[in-house]
């Protein structure tokens, strides 16, 4: 069963995500902070639902300190932020989809399968094989 992190900061969406993909068959945590959002990942879910405002640090810093550990783990910006140059931002700093609130149950239960079957295919193809040698040109290590 695939694990889910939801972080938003509103009870009222964080719980309603949460029953929402509970009921569609996902195992789901849900933290209101970016640090408990963080202590979770000592057990890496399959995908991250991300709201923007969180009462102890943005959004886009939580997305992008998740960015910066060893495993890819997709990740959803569910937000009120509609503007133009939020969306870019938040593309941009490595999120992989973005969702305006209010949304859809169903098409976001649509995302959200439509995510895991990219991460699936994603693990599928990019496989290291522990007998690869880097490629090397000059101080370039690839």
């Not at 991300?50 to 910006?77: K, N, S, V, W």
Request: glycine share 4%; with cysteine; proline share 6%.
């Amino acid at each position: 069963m695939e694990q889910i992190l939801v972080v938003a900061d509103d009870r009222e969406i964080l719980l309603g995500v949460q029953q929402l993909l509970t009921q569609a068959g996902y195992n789901v945590t849900a933290v209101e902070t970016g640090n408990k959002a963080l202590l979770s990942l000592s057990s890496p879910p399959q995908l991250i639902i991300l709201d923007l405002m969180l009462p102890d640090m943005e959004g886009l810093e939580l997305c992008c300190r998740i960015r910066q550990l060893q495993t890819y783990i997709p990740i959803m910006m569910l937000t009120a932020r509609d503007k133009l140059n939020d969306k870019v931002l938040g593309l941009e700093i490595d999120a992989d989809e973005y969702v305006i609130k209010p949304f859809e149950p169903r098409e976001l239960l649509s995302r959200v399968r439509a995510m895991l079957r990219f991460a699936e295919q994603r693990q599928l193809t990019h496989k290291p094989d522990a007998t690869e040698q880097p490629l090397v040109f000059g101080p370039l290590k690839v």
